[in-house]
Nanobody, 123 residues
Framework: VQLQASGGGLVQAGGSLRLSCAAS????????MGWFRQNPGKEREFVAA????????TYSASVKGRFTISKDNAKNTVYLQMNSLKPEDTALYYC?????????????????WGQGTQVTVSS
């Protein structure tokens, strides 16, 4: 699976952004998808994940209620709608894909990674 993330940018605190991750290669409907983020010198952290059929979602505590992950198998794309953004949401955001039966929040579970898109939230 090849992944291409886009949609990052600079936004003021309280604003919104929608990230997209377009997939090609293996059948998109057969993989679970996740979003992670990372700042320099820090570990890559889990943000959100969605099951291959788009029914099951899970979020980190820091974004739950503000971010929404969705998956469009017809368009081979996963989205991350980010609302009420905070300066601490600033990071390089990565999309990732995994095979298997279950959604996961561990970065080690994901086999395929996109190149990252930068999100900067100003105060």
């Amino acid at each position: 699976v090849q992944l291409q993330a886009s949609g990052g940018g600079l936004v003021q605190a309280g604003g919104s952004l929608r990230l997209s991750c377009a997939a090609s290669g293996r059948t998109f409907s057969s993989v679970h998808m996740g979003w992670f983020r990372q700042n320099p010198g820090k570990e890559r952290e889990f943000v959100a994940a969605i099951s291959r059929n788009g029914i099951i979602t899970t979020y980190s505590a820091s974004v739950k209620g503000r971010f929404t992950i969705s998956k469009d198998n017809a368009k081979n794309t996963v989205y991350l709608q980010m609302n009420s953004l905070k300066p601490e949401d600033t990071a390089l955001y990565y999309c990732a894909a995994k095979n298997g039966d279950f959604v996961a929040s561990s970065r080690d579970a994901y086999e395929y990674w996109g190149q990252g898109t930068q999100v900067t939230v100003s105060s």
